[in-house]
């Protein structure tokens, strides 16, 4: 809809617009920029508001273990009240109740903050006319007026009206919900009173360019935009829980059953054996205070968190949470070749033309070298040489059948703006000593066919006055004022051609001239080059007619080379036990030769093609997935077959893609990986995520930080639980044990799960990756937390600690009697324990095989945590509030000494175990 005072921008024609929005040829200006901003603001759609703060609030108390402490401490007021004592416990239990409340409120309030600051950091990039030259400008930047440029890929910045069209289809589906590409047309005078759906001639907010390319003026930003008026942005990043998170949820639902049920069965016996009703209440009170892990739910996310930054810190850029962690699991990554594997700095190194190879120098798109021939056998029936002319002819003809542009950016550095390998193609034009804007100039475009990967071809149609382009074509461009020009990949532009341009000038194409070409083709390819072939043919028809009768000009290769680091990461990705995939456009041979260079592959190894693929049953591909690692000319589409095809087969898949096709296999991946430099708006938008580098290897680094965050997950909640499982079993058994009062009180059980369990926990998800971790087998796919012995050790554990910990409280309370300091031997013997726990928790391995110092966040918790424990027991007013008293020097040493025969069992447990498998393996391999 627009309101009376706006155009109606589809009924008027382009240059009535342009007027309207006075949008000059060049573009705005800076000045006019900055004043029409001020004016209309930033191009921004209003966010999400996301979960108010009151519900952020209300919802950090519906958990099932903070009700049940809740419930704990009105009952614990209730017999503070009958035995008129001031009700401190309960006080104690709402306070961190209130205390885990607050932080997770500040927590996830912070959190949505930031995801909301990171989507209005994330706006796409967009082509504007700026001063007279058309620049890459965040899209927030736009102002109405402002002339933009759009092609396949492109996500629309703004609402606008279409200036001109090159086949270019749109997907509404932000405004429609249909998915089907709707065709543009620049020249369409509409109706003013034509509804939104059908205005052909406009572009709208939100929706995606799939075809073509097309120029346009905008006509508003910001919530002035159709689709501000019509919908908010669905706030794509909200509070999803991992499966880890909804394990532990479940986990706390087991574990406040388990408590109830165990509460039962200590108050029944307890009566039976006329045990104080009052006592065993209370110790009913401690027990389900023991089985509550307050901690570790704050622990959980904070692993997460540390786990994004440290990702992002290599570069990776985690969208959503549950891809860390899924990355732990990874067992197949299915990479691009082009700028993932390779640099993406495409460059030419050789022409074929005529019967002649020549050679390109120099580096990088710095645009000066030399061409250097080389005359090769010439075909049979063919005239050996290369006519005068027909080298500048390839070289402005790969110009005009291209959109990238050769530019100096402010510090005289040469960068290309647009695709790579079109970007190659102006630097060798730069280097034959023409200028890419130049030569547009003088032959402007009139019609064009998108490149497409279906087609595997561009052309375009150009307006040749004087035929000075044409001129090496000799008679057969007599006349001739309009040169189709086609390019793009070899076997399909030869395809097109009748005939060719040999030493004698243009002859027809033989069969075995035709085959000599394609084997000319082949053997660049063979090299790791890429190769692009371009025709030409005078006065040929509009682009509804077959593109046959071209005359081949010649073929350029390009050089993308791998990137350095990229051999490491695929041999880490092998010994990890994840298998690289490589999956491109580029031809069967180029594909092989990176895969060989860089270690994915051999040099004979099988290569499958798009072609291939759509001729196998879903059957078959499953076979041929679970064999080949690289393949070769595969449209977007066809991605989306090969990662079902191998989570069919129970992989756990990684697909990288940059395009707006690759949107739904990067949605089907188990991990979608979108590129952060070259990627669509569209591409981001799909993926759990992001290379800021583009990188292979950072994706390999990812998956190291991933198993990682697993691997401190799984050590501190055998850490956390295994310690509660002692205290639950320690409180459990005293009525049991004729033990006249309660171990530990609800505030010293809040303590310990709170200080003495939570601040090694937090310490632990600091601990570093040990040597190995990349040549372990993957996380299996819906692995518990609890899989490969946690469980285990959890329980064995736990029964030996408390086991430890009640020896000590029978010898305290029948040495000193009920009214000596059993209880503060009891809690203290746990507390410091626990710090034991901690330092054996770090590795599967003895200590004394691992460095000391490789985690300096332990030992401080250690130290602190222990340092606070005997405050509590040596400071008066924190003994009497946590109901304690002094230790004498013998009792304290009773404490510490309890407690290194617990952490002495923990390294012996771990020496028996590493004795037991190198006896199994010995008698194995005997």
Known sequence: MHSPSTPAWHALPGEACLEQLQSPAGGLDTPEVTRRREEVGPNRLELAAGRSNWQILWDQFSNVMLIMLLAVAAVSAGVAYVEQKFPKDAIAIVLIVGLNGLLGYLQESRAQQALLALRELAQPLVQVRRDGQWQRLSSDELVPGDLIRLEAGDRVPADARLLETADLGVREAALTGESDAVFKRAELLLEASTPVLERLNCLFQGTEVVRGRGVA?????????????????????????????????????????????????????????????????????????????????????????????????????????????????????????????????????????????????????????????TALAAPAGAVAGTPAGLQDLLVQAAVLCSDAELRQDGEGRWEVLGDPTEGALAVVAGKANYDDFEVRQRYPRQAEIPFSSERQLMAVWVEDRDGSLQAPLGSLAQGSHQLLISKGAPEVIIANCSRWVDGSGVVSLSGDQRQWWLDQAQGLAASGLRVLAFACAPNHPSPEQDLGGQVLLGLMAQLDPARPEVAVAVATCRTAGIRPVMITGDHPLTARAIGASIGLTTADAEVVLGKELEACSAEELRAVVARCSVYARVAPEQKLRIVKALQANGQVVAMTGDGVNDAPALKQAHIGVAMGITGTEVSKEASDMVLLDDNFATIVSAVEEGRLVYANIRRFVKYILGSNVGELITIASAPLLGVLGVPMTPLQILWMNLVTDGVPALALALEPAEDGLMQREPARPGESIFARGIGRYILRVGVVFALIVIAVMLWSYRTAGPTGPWKTVVFTTLCLAQMGHALSARSDRPLFQVNPFSNPALLWAVILTSGLQLLLLYVPWLAKFFGTVPLSASDLGVCVGVSLIFFVYLEAEKLLRLWWRHRTSNATTG
């Open 217 to 373: 003026v905008v006509t508003a930003t910001g919530m002035a935009t159709e689709l501000g008026q019509i919908a908010t942005l669905i706030n794509t990043a909200g509070g999803e829980s991992t499966p880890l998170q909804e394990r532990l949820d479940g986990l706390a639902k087991v574990l406040v059953g388990s408590s109830l049920a165990l509460v039962a069965v200590v108050v029944g016996l307890g009566l039976l054996l006329g045990q104080d009703p009052l006592n065993l209440l209370e110790v009913s009170l401690s027990m389900a205070v023991a089985i509550v892990p307050e901690g570790l739910p704050a622990v959980i996310t904070v692993t997460l968190a540390i786990g994004t930054q440290r990702m992002v810190r290599r570069a990776a850029l985690i969208r959503r949470l549950p891809a860390v962690e899924a990355l732990g699991s990874v067992t197949v990554i299915c990479s691009d070749k082009t700028g993932t594997l390779t640099q993406n700095r495409q460059v030419v190194q050789e022409l074929r033309l005529g019967t002649a190879a020549v050679a390109v120098s120099g580096l990088g798109y710095e645009p000066t070298g030399a061409f250097t021939a």
